[in-house]
């Protein structure tokens, strides 16, 4: 059956009817990348691929591997052990025998040893320095742009891929906004994000100063967390700015809140844009590398230049309060999740892409 490259180029492609995917994973335990992976897997095992992982003892990832019955061999992923735990690697592959190995992030792919007679996929999250993937057969960026900059760093640019991520979320317990200390009929924008410099949350902040009554739940963890209740009572929003910490319940979180706001500095993708598009809650960001690419400013959410105070201010008022506006952004949000972010079409897209590098390693060889 013929069958398009990455690049359009057609080839002569082989189906492969099943498989056995070997991932190697050596990230936090939280952080959007970690996220997108668990998702990732989980989606996979219900779709019936056999699977197993390398990967430190997350407890979360533990539990969740093991209620499927998927295999997980512990791994400190140490620098200083890089050269005796890739061979220790090398012995588990032996034992495993997956048809593809999927590695992880800069660190998963750089432990990742060189083979010879099964293919080695690398997974980017962002602008990664490719001298940690010198394992890798293919490649696989989270971004269309990511791919354009794999492309430009690789002998074999056919071979990178466009894996997006999905927004589609679990259910978790509902909560109310008053379970956050926030009055219920209070208007409440909501950030999931790190608290680091790079995600905005400092200009959030500052924009909040001229949205009276507004509150902002700012959910997520990160090294500048302590910095950022402290800014909060200096600007004098402390009031109005809850920070609960890491929070898995994002699903409950989006169906509580009016708007969902990223507003990043850097940010290559940002799967919260996607997930606000699956929960329908209107969506602010920034023109950050990933929002830029996929968002359409009025029609699936609202863009303002990164560090535009003024201009976050004025799209965060418009999408709480012009309610024809807000159903506009939603009703597009919905549309580009179904086309490119649902758990049904990324999981098929990602399947088929395994698939096919399985197919042309082996003809390649």
Known sequence: MASASPDGQGYLRKKVRAMKVLHIVAGAGQGGAETICLDAVKALHDNGVEQVMIGRPHQHYLDALHDRGIRHHEMSFNPLLKFWQKAQIDKII?????????????RGASFTPRQKDIPVLGWFGGYYDLKNYGACDFYMGVTRD?????KEHVMRPDRAYVGHTFGTLEPSPAVTKADYGIPEDAQMVL????????????LLMDAGRDLPGVYFLMAGDGPDLEKYKAMAKELGVDDRTVFPGWCDNRSALLDIADVCVLPSRYEPF???????WFAQTPLVATRADGARQYVTDREDGMLVDI?????LVAALDAALNDKKLAARIVKGGTKTYNELFSREVVTKTMISSYEEMITRYREDS
């Open 94 to 106: 032996a034992a495993e025998q997956p048809d593809l190995i999927h590695s992880w992030m800069n």
């Open 146 to 150: 990511i791919v354009r900059h794999i």
């Open 191 to 202: 950030l999931l994000s790190r608290m680091h410099w790079k995600k905005g949350v400092d």
């Open 270 to 276: 940002g799967t919260v844009i996607a997930e606000a």
């Open 307 to 311: 560090d535009d105070r003024d201009g």
